[in-house]
């Protein structure tokens, strides 16, 4: 429990437990996710302390060094601790990186005994978008559910295949392991994590404080759709092109795998250890991006966007589209016209 709620004549009071957080200050990190980051618990205890209790939160910013240079020296954070002075937390933040994901995990690599032990030891960790590729390095989110930024994606699934990337998600929660979908996505977890460590009513007020919608909990309408390719199957590779190049044709899985020369259930294995994607799926995506594209030019009907992209019922094409995008087709045509 984080807090204790007292009766008190007829009144009910949140006594909050300090809360001890390490928000991390990681070599490329982005300045303005750290500094959001740290005002946004800062607001929290505002908001505590105008109900007459102590602040909840104690928030410092934590690195390798006690000065950090950000942005190619544009900016300097100085921390307040280094690693070595942390001796307990009860939150590490993880910052989104900027630059090159498998540098910035190289650059990082001190933070991940770090990070492994804090968390053996009682710690929660959360990763903003794609600080999850260094949380993801630290081998705690092998065999769970992890959200990024959608366009990481294909790196994300090539450099820990053991991690179940789920990119459609903002924010996933697994045994003490947090992380959100992209970019805007870590404020949601961000409040999440401030409705669990106070209350849903600060939770619902800091979202008034900061307008976000705290009924966010998908990140599909923003995603463009990039069939992973990093893969050595030529086989699949060759059959993924095909299906991109043909996706209006009535496409089954018999015909491909007949195509490339294939047995039926062999080519149905090989393409989702090559894809991460069923065949039905790879269809699915490929022929929706395509309809979003045609959707934003604002230049067709629903009804002529399906038959475009291959298929001939309405009603499967809304279900289909939902599916994949997250949200209708007319409401993504509305959205984004």
Known sequence: MTFQRVDCANKILLIYSMKNISLLVVRNSLIGAVGNTRHMFEKVNDFIRESGQEAH????L??????????????????????EEVKKSDLIIIPPLGGEMEQGVALNKDFTPWIVKQYKSGSEVASLCVGSFILANTGLLNGKKCSSHWKTANQFRKLYPAVHLVD??????????Y?????NSYWNLLIYLVGKYTSPEIAIRT?????VELER???????VFEGYKLHDDQVILNAQEY???????????????????LERRTFQRRFKKATYFTVVEYIQNVRIEIAKKLLEANRFTVNEVMYEVGYNDP???????????????????????
Not at 75 to 81: G, K, L, N, V
Not at 207 to 211: A, I, L
């Open 243 to 261: 299906i991109e190049a043909e996706y209006q044709d009535k496409l089954t899985i018999a015909q491909i795998s007949r195509t490339f020369g």
């Open 179 to 183: 992380t959100s979908g992209g970019s």
């Open 62 to 83: 934590i690195g390798l060094t006690k000065e950090i240079v950000l942005d190619q020296g544009m900016f300097t954070i100085q921390a307040d601790a280094t690693l």
């Open 207 to 211: 979202s008034k404080y900061f307008e």
């Open 315 to 337: 009603k499967w094409f809304r279900n289909v589209f939902k599916k994949v995008a997250g949200i209708s087709p007319q409401a993504y045509k509305n959205r984004y016209q």
């Open 57 to 60: 939160f104690n928030v410092r």
């Open 217 to 223: 909990d998908n990140q599909s309408p923003f995603r």
């Open 168 to 177: 459609d998600k903002i924010i996933t929660d697994y045994n003490g392991l």
